[in-house]
């Protein structure tokens, strides 16, 4: 299995912040990842596919790189709407597996 | 817009059965492949399998044998059928869409998530 190693578990950052959010694959998995966001209480919503690309209707502070084992995920300045969980999620090969998670909080 | 409704969870005893249904809309159900995921209390995102057009279903080791995915076209519906409870199956079970991705050529993430339905198994 693919094993995702996502850092930091716990992140607290003040409003207008740039956060950034990496995400290590145990082998090459080419462009094949995902970024959610799971606010308490709600199903997750995919950010960003492929890597790099923003899915629609998402703003454009939010952005994604990284290809092979390594990926990035930023919030360009950080809005308090985004207090949430932030999972990465790889599809390159099965099982499917996912990073631990990111809490981010506000400062 | 593809709209997820799961149903079915509930309080279940270790060794019990549960079978959860996820009804869909918005697209041509035959060709979906779907997903489902779960979350336990105080734990990340774990995959529990999908099954793709046609009916093939793949698990990961954790869950295969125990439980399994079906899918009845006639009625845009997807199953999880939940065997051999244990307490560590306890989890709000997400049922999702697999998005198909052009450059890839191939499955990709989950683009459409249902708000889940939770399963409690204690005796």
């Known amino acids: 299995d693919i094993q995702m190693t996502q850092s930091p578990s716990s992140l607290s950052a003040s409003v207008g912040d740039r956060v950034t959010i990496t995400c290590r694959a145990s082998?090459?998995?080419?462009?094949?990842l995902n970024w959610y966001q799971q606010k308490p209480g709600k199903a997750p919503k995919v950010l960003i596919y492929d890597a790099s690309n923003l899915e629609i209707g998402v703003p454009e502070r939010f952005s994604g790189s990284g290809s092979g084992t390594d990926f990035t995920f930023t919030i360009s300045s950080l809005q308090p709407e985004d207090i949430a969980t932030y999972y990465c999620?790889?599809?390159?090969?099965?099982?499917?597996?996912f990073g631990q998670g990111t809490k981010l909080e506000i400062k | 817009e593809v709209h997820v409704v799961e149903s079915g969870g509930g309080l279940a005893r270790p060794g019990g059965s549960l079978r959860l249904s996820c009804a869909v809309s918005g697209l041509i159900f035959r060709d979906a492949w779907m997903s489902w995921v779960r979350r336990a209390p105080g734990k990340g995102l774990e995959w529990v399998g999908r099954?793709?057009?046609?009916?093939?279903?793949d698990y990961p080791a954790p869950v295969e044998g125990r439980f399994s995915i079906s899918r009845d076209d006639s009625k845009n519906i997807i199953y999880l059928q939940l065997n051999n409870l244990k307490a560590e199956d306890t989890a709000v079970y997400y049922c999702?869409?697999?998005?198909?991705?052009?450059?890839?050529?191939?499955?990709?993430?989950?683009?459409?998530w249902g708000q889940g339905t939770l399963v409690t198994v204690s005796s």
């Open positions: 999620h790889q599809y390159d090969n099965l099982p499917y597996t």
């Open positions: 999702t869409h697999i998005a198909w991705s052009a450059s890839r050529r191939g499955p990709a993430g989950f683009d459409t």
């Open positions: 099954i793709k057009k046609g009916g093939t279903a």
């Open positions: 082998q090459d998995i080419r462009n094949g």
